[in-house]
């Protein structure tokens, strides 16, 4: 999936802060149209023609943080939770930088396994709950199904980084 232009940003979250500089303050319909533009998103394009969004963006961020943790269910739709393998760990590190090999067979009830770039190293799923339970499956896997050492980090923006190591 392509970044996010942050210049897609820009007219929401000003739109935002006018209606007041907390969160408790915004509409939800306002707040309905910026978890659209933020939906399955990953990453946000920042530089460049981009620069002006992303500062709007920024002057609402800390209290959109606090929206989504007060709102779980507003945040599992825009919080994507990450998995990154580190080829530069494990045997025969720091020699052999190659992805590993993910497993080939994800339990059905999980999310689907979507690939983050080209590196084959990171892995995206929707957040909340089934997005974090799959993310730590899938570090057990990867870790089982590569060769010893390899770390694994699942990030997620409501909570600190876990390290499987």
């Given at each position: 999936?392509?970044?996010?232009?942050?210049?897609?940003?820009?007219?929401?979250?000003?739109?935002?802060?006018?209606?007041?500089?907390?969160?408790q303050?915004?509409?939800?319909?306002t707040?309905?149209?910026?978890?659209?533009?933020?939906?399955?998103?990953v990453?946000?394009?920042?530089?460049?023609?981009?620069?002006?969004?992303?500062?709007?963006?920024?002057?609402?961020?800390?209290?959109?943080?606090?929206?989504?943790?007060?709102r779980?269910?507003?945040?599992?739709?825009?919080?994507?939770?990450?998995?990154?393998?580190?080829?530069?760990?494990g045997?025969?590190?720091?020699?052999?930088?190659k992805?590993?090999?993910?497993?080939?067979?994800?339990?059905?009830?999980?999310?689907?396994l979507?690939?983050l770039?080209?590196?084959g190293?990171?892995?995206?799923?929707?957040?909340?709950?089934?997005?974090?339970?799959?993310?730590?499956?899938?570090?057990?896997?990867?870790?089982?199904?590569?060769?010893?050492?390899?770390?694994?980090?699942?990030?997620s923006?409501?909570?600190?980084?876990?390290?499987?190591?």
């Open positions: 999936m392509e970044p996010l232009p942050a210049a897609a940003l820009g007219p929401i979250s000003r739109k935002l802060y006018s209606e007041g500089p907390r969160w303050n915004w509409r939800p319909e707040v309905d149209e910026l978890v659209a533009i933020l939906a399955g998103r990453v946000i394009a920042a530089s460049g023609a981009n620069a002006d969004g992303l500062a709007a963006f920024e002057e609402i961020r800390d209290e959109l943080e606090a929206l989504l943790t007060a779980p269910e507003i945040a599992q739709k825009v919080d994507p939770v990450y998995v990154q393998a580190d080829p530069a760990t045997a025969g590190a720091p020699g052999a930088l992805p590993p090999a993910p497993p080939l067979n994800m339990p059905a009830s999980m999310p689907p979507r690939p770039g080209a590196s190293c990171m892995w995206v799923f929707p957040g909340g709950a089934a997005g974090r339970q799959a993310a730590s499956y899938l570090a057990g896997a990867l870790r089982a199904s590569n060769p010893p050492g390899l770390v694994v980090r699942v990030f923006t409501q909570t600190p980084v876990d390290e499987f190591a």
